[in-house]
Structures are given as structure tokens and as C-alpha cells.
Nanobody
Framework: QVRLVESGGGSVQPGGSLRLSCAASGNIFSINQWDWFRQTPGKERELVAGISRGGTTNYADSVKGRFTISRDNAKNTVYLQMNSLKPEDTAVYYC?????????????WGQGTQVTVSS
């Protein structure tokens, strides 16, 4: 009974910026880990960035220095600030969270949001 709603995708020119948001709602005791993935047709889904409840972050080498992941634990929301966007960043971006329920853990996916970077 957890729903993740993504927003913030769109089309931008190279060098532009976008900020993605993903808000979780439902039966949530806490969220232990947030991750952003992206996928382009013909390629495997790849991990872009992740952040733990405590704030520890990790990034794919391809986005280090350009993307910043953050979260608001009180709002059960994760963000991905994307700067200096490149055409190769074009993909559908998905948020994923590791949710602790009253009993047990599960992972949930957002619906995906399209990011297109082109001239």
C-alpha cells in the first residue's frame, strides 16, 4: 500500500538543469534507502544515485559532480537535482525506495519520468 509519485521531468537543452521529486505515501514506518535509476531502450536500468536515511550518498561515475540527491525524511520525499545535463542523460528516471513497514521490508518503484536533453 505504498505509492511513489514522481515529478519534475521534461525537456531541456544541454547544460540545463532539472529537479526530480519522488514522494512516497501509504503504509510507511520509515524509508531506509532511496535510489534513482534511469533506463534507455536497449540498455539495462542503471543506478544513478542513492541516499540512506542517515544521509550517506552514492553516485554513478557518469553523474558525479553534476547530480545531487537529497531527501526529506519527514516528508518521505527524495530529490534529484540534475545540473549540466548532457544528451546522454536522456532516459526515463525511476525512484526506488526500501520501505520499512510495521512488519518487514519491501522495495517500491515510482512510475518513471522522462528526461530529454537535446539541442
Amino acid at each position: 500500500q505504498v505509492r511513489l509519485v514522481e515529478s519534475g521531468g521534461g525537456s531541456v537543452q544541454p547544460g540545463g538543469s532539472l529537479r526530480l521529486s519522488c514522494a512516497a505515501s501509504g503504509n510507511i514506518f520509515s524509508i531506509n534507502q532511496w535510489d534513482w535509476f534511469r533506463q534507455t531502450p536497449g540498455k539495462e536500468r542503471e543506478l544513478v544515485a542513492g541516499i540512506s536515511r542517515g544521509g550517506t550518498t552514492n553516485y554513478a561515475d557518469s553523474v558525479k559532480g553534476r547530480f545531487t540527491i537529497s531527501r526529506d525524511n519527514a516528508k518521505n520525499t527524495v530529490y534529484l537535482q540534475m545540473n549540466s545535463l548532457k544528451p546522454e542523460d536522456t532516459a526515463v528516471y525511476y525512484c526506488n525506495c526500501d520501505v520499512q513497514h510495521a512488519v518487514g521490508y519491501n522495495k517500491y518503484w515510482g512510475q518513471g519520468t522522462q528526461v530529454t536533453v537535446s539541442s
